[in-house]
């Protein structure tokens, strides 16, 4: 597992990777040296372009490992939401094929392994309020989606 760094406007990221697909982004408060393999370096310049406005859909491959059939679906439909939208779990729910499954939306969001790839921050409750947010609070939440509406 290949590890890198990236300091960015909602905290240190943490990105581990394989040889050729992403696997897991993290917020840490410290970092370790480690070198930049070339997948993680592409990992790197594409969080540089989405940080500067100028990149609105990530061209990384990511493993999620082990996640169930829901939570593929869920993700699959959460990828298609635009840059600057959001969503309510409700809606995500129904859109993956699950009715009355917002709640367990909820839970696939919190165990999204790949945030800001996969965007979950674009995820809101139905009156648009954040919920949590996997990387740290709810104010790195609102921090990206207003970033986003900002740089459409």
């Known amino acids: 597992m290949d590890i890198a760094f990236y300091k960015s406007p909602i905290g240190l990221l943490k990105i581990y990777s394989s040889l050729n697909a992403l696997r897991k982004i993290e917020l840490v408060k410290e970092r370790s040296d480690f070198g930049c393999s070339n997948f993680n370096c592409e990992v790197i310049k594409q969080l540089d372009e989405y940080f500067a406005g100028r990149l609105h859909v990530f061209n990384i491959p990511f493993d999620m490992?082990?996640?169930?059939?829901?939570?593929?679906?869920v993700y699959d439909e959460?990828?298609?939401v635009r840059y600057g939208k959001t969503i309510s779990y409700k809606e995500l729910a129904l859109k993956a094929g699950y009715k009355n499954a917002y709640r367990a939306v909820g839970s696939a969001m919190a165990q999204n392994p790949v945030p800001i790839i996969v965007p979950c921050h674009r995820v809101v409750k139905s009156d648009g309020?954040?919920?949590?947010?996997?990387?740290g609070s709810h104010c790195n939440k609102q921090f990206l989606l207003d970033f986003e509406k900002a740089h459409c």
């Open 78 to 80: 959460l990828l298609k």
């Open 129 to 135: 309020s954040f919920g949590n947010y996997s990387l």
């Open 65 to 73: 490992g082990d996640i169930t059939e829901f939570q593929k679906k």
